[in-house]
């Protein structure tokens, strides 16, 4: 069944049914690409106070812009109480900042962050490329079906990336490989791991992050979109 994520300011709850409004992207992808008819059943969901809450739905009525449904299910589900999040170099390319992003959504992390290190190509953020990383995510939300659309910031100064990373954890991942999970599973607090550039942390960079654990993440030394996607898959299945 088709997931669909919103914004919970788009949503208007009455008895059993249920109303969205104010998405004519929405609406016109069930019109044009899905093609819904009355009854048809879908899912919707919203996040807000640190949950999501997940609706089963019968459509009953629809227009260009509005659509409402009748109630099947309802499900809520609480964020991960373990904030693990994702300091990754600035690519060479933004097409592999929207691969990182799309593939670590899908597997369900919580937080994506993007920092200038002396060896980034790119060191200006572009805004439309930004909320195109924003959409993005949020398809990569409905396909996998997670229940949390991922923080996605630009740290572009060190005053930005320090106070940044003083809440939290740090791991920087090397490209050798030992047992990283031994560190990460004695580890309570949130975490913070990091990902340097392909052409590794200059002596500047690794100032910033002094106080990081260092580990070695695989055998191979592998591009910095290869390691935080193979980074992440090992977190979620040790």
């Given at each position: 069944?088709?997931?669909?994520?919103?914004?919970?300011?788009?949503?208007?709850?009455?008895?059993?049914?249920?109303?969205?409004?104010?998405i004519p992207e929405l609406l016109s992808q069930l019109r044009k690409?899905?093609?819904?008819?009355?009854?048809?059943?879908?899912?919707?969901?919203?996040?807000?106070?640190?949950?999501?809450?997940?609706?089963?739905?019968?459509?009953?009525?629809?227009?260009?812009?509005?659509?409402?449904?009748?109630?099947?299910?309802?499900?809520?589900?609480?964020?991960?109480?373990?904030?693990?999040?994702?300091?990754?170099?600035?690519?060479?390319?933004?097409?592999?900042?929207?691969?990182?992003?799309?593939?670590?959504?899908?597997?369900?992390?919580?937080?994506?962050?993007?920092?200038?290190?002396?060896?980034?190509?790119?060191?200006?953020?572009?805004?439309?490329?930004?909320?195109?990383?924003?959409?993005?995510?949020?398809?990569?939300?409905?396909?996998?079906?997670?229940?949390?659309?991922?923080?996605?910031?630009?740290?572009?100064?060190?005053?930005?990336?320090?106070?940044?990373?003083?809440?939290?954890?740090?791991?920087?991942?090397?490209?050798?490989?030992?047992?990283?999970?031994?560190?990460?599973?004695?580890?309570?607090?949130?975490?913070?791991?990091?990902?340097?550039?392909?052409?590794?942390?200059?002596?500047?960079?690794?100032?910033?992050?002094?106080?990081?654990?260092?580990?070695?993440?695989?055998?191979?030394?592998?591009?910095?979109?290869?390691?935080?996607?193979?980074?992440?898959?090992?977190?979620?299945?040790?």
């Amino acid at each position: 069944m088709q997931l669909f994520h919103i914004d919970a300011d788009k949503v208007r709850i009455k008895w059993n049914n249920i109303e969205i409004f104010s998405i004519p992207e929405l609406l016109s992808q069930l019109r044009k690409v899905l093609r819904i008819k009355k009854w048809d059943k879908i899912c919707v969901q919203f996040s807000s106070n640190n949950q999501t809450c997940r609706y089963e739905l019968s459509i009953q009525d629809w227009t260009d812009k509005d659509l409402s449904g009748e109630i099947i299910t309802i499900q809520t589900l609480p964020f991960p109480k373990r904030n693990i999040s994702m300091l990754i170099a600035m690519p060479n390319k933004r097409e592999k900042a929207e691969i990182i992003v799309q593939k670590l959504t899908e597997i369900w992390i919580q937080n994506i962050y993007f920092w200038i290190s002396e060896h980034s190509v790119i060191r200006q953020r572009n805004e439309k490329k930004s909320e195109r990383m924003k959409k993005i995510s949020c398809e990569a939300v409905e396909q996998s079906r997670w229940i949390q659309i991922p923080e996605i910031k630009f740290l572009k100064s060190e005053s930005d990336i320090i106070k940044f990373i003083t809440w939290k954890g740090l791991i920087l991942a090397n490209m050798w490989w030992i047992t990283y999970w031994e560190i990460s599973k004695d580890l309570n607090n949130d975490l913070c791991w990091i990902i340097g550039p392909e052409w590794w942390f200059s002596e500047k960079d690794l100032k910033i992050f002094k106080d990081a654990k260092i580990i070695d993440l695989w055998k191979n030394i592998l591009r910095m979109e290869t390691a935080s996607i193979v980074l992440w898959w090992l977190l979620r299945n040790k």
